[in-house]
């Protein structure tokens, strides 16, 4: 069976510090792959996905980033945290066949402070 | 703009009643509808799918669809405390999933 996994479970950072969230999945090959945000009591807001190893598609313009080095490793990075980067960070994958649909990890709760 | 909406609640259902959660949908080429719980500070999890216009009964979960009024509904039976959490609503156009802000479902025992 598949499973994702995200680290670390919670992160709090200083404005102006770097990020670097990673994502893997196990029991699965090809995945496609995404980043959600969630703010307290709000949607989810899709920052990037993957289709493949260096393919990375970018949603929103922000100070974020992702990169896939491998099959099943996603991660999301930034260089200089911004107060409004604090929320609920999930990563998802879907099979690249059928419905797709998706599969969330156990997120990473990150405050910017 | 390809929108998903969904009334946010909070919905609140005594236990034992039948809870509907619905949603509809702006882009008449979606293909594939979802729905995800989330219980308060976890991830959404995945709990049916539906495809084809009609019902898909899943326990006691039934989703509901029709593309013409490009509607899909969540029918709970038999609500529990336990099914308290944000029901999202998922809608795949073929170019992404959308999700829903999410309706906020209370059960009360």
């Known amino acids: 069976s598949q499973t994702i996994h995200q680290w670390p479970a919670t992160l709090v950072q200083p404005v102006g510090s770097p990020l670097s969230l990673e994502c893997t999945v196990e029991?699965?090959?090809?995945?496609?792959l995404y980043w959600y945000r969630q703010a307290a009591g709000r949607g989810l807001q899709l920052l990037f996905y993957s289709v493949g190893i260096g393919q990375i598609s970018s949603e929103v313009p922000q100070n974020l980033s992702a990169s896939r080095p491998q099959d099943r490793q996603f991660i999301l990075s930034s260089k200089k945290l911004l107060l409004s980067d604090s929320g609920f960070y999930l990563c998802?994958?879907?099979?690249?066949?059928?419905?797709?649909?998706?599969?969330f990890g156990p997120g990473t709760r990150l405050t910017v402070t | 703009q390809k929108e998903v909406e969904q009334n946010s609640g909070p919905l609140s259902v005594p236990e034992g009643a039948i809870a509907s959660l619905n949603c509809t949908y702006s882009?008449?080429?979606?293909?594939?509808f979802f729905w995800y719980r989330q219980y308060s500070g976890k991830s959404p999890e995945l709990i049916m799918f539906i495809y084809s216009n009609g019902d898909k009964e899943d326990g006691r979960f039934t989703a509901q669809l029709n593309k013409a009024s490009q509607y899909v509904s969540l029918l709970i039976r038999d609500s529990q405390p336990s099914d308290s959490a944000t029901y999202l609503c998922a809608v795949n156009s073929g170019d992404g999933m959308r999700f829903g802000a999410g309706t906020r479902l209370t059960v009360k025992p």
């Open positions: 882009d008449r080429g979606s293909q594939s």
């Open positions: 029991g699965t090959s090809n995945p496609n």
């Open positions: 998802a994958w879907a099979p690249l066949e059928g419905i797709r649909e998706q599969y």
